[in-house]
């Protein structure tokens, strides 16, 4: 004689271990007395029923979030991690560069970016967590400025991941 024991269970982000903080990525879910061992089992079968896993990752993160620049001095940006638009990313960078002569835009025809600084500068993507990519830049890369100005090779992507 067999029979079949159903149960629904219901996860729910909030009610996980979340094991990296309020990123809620890294989620662990102890189920207690969910199954017991007895003699008289001869199977066990879980089933997923439905799963919503929404897309919500950063498209600056702790992977991509520094911006070097070297104007009078050498200066390593850490962008605060979160999504960002075009016109948002060029307001942090102005923000945390703190340099008046330098000015950030961006062309609506192309996508790419344009710096210009009344004097010569360096822009480099050689760090680990370069935000270079994202900007519309090679990596591991150093750009001169030539009469102050810098563009970008590609436009800025600001898509995330895929």
């Known amino acids: 004689m067999s029979y079949l024991d159903s149960r629904i269970i219901i996860l729910n982000s909030e ?35 439905n799963a919503e896993i929404p897309v919500s990752f950063y498209t600056i993160n702790y992977t991509n979030n520094m911006f070097k620049i070297e104007i009078t001095t050498l200066k390593l940006i850490t962008i605060p991690v979160g999504n960002y638009n075009a016109n948002s990313l060029i307001t942090i960078l102005n923000t945390l560069i ?43 890369n150093t750009y001169n400025s030539s009469v102050g100005l810098i563009y970008a090779i590609f436009p800025s992507n600001l898509l995330g991941y895929k």
């Open 15 to 49: 009610h996980g271990i979340q094991n990296n903080g309020s990123y809620k990525s890294d989620i662990l879910f102890k189920f207690q007395g969910l199954l017991i061992q007895e003699n008289d089992i001869e199977q066990v079968q879980i089933s997923l029923i």
């Open 98 to 140: 703190d340099d008046s002569n330098l000015s950030i835009s961006i062309s609506r025809i192309t996508g790419k970016l344009k710096f210009s600084h009344n004097k010569d500068f360096i822009i480099y993507t050689d760090n680990d967590c370069s935000i270079g990519s994202i900007l519309g830049f090679e990596l591991n």
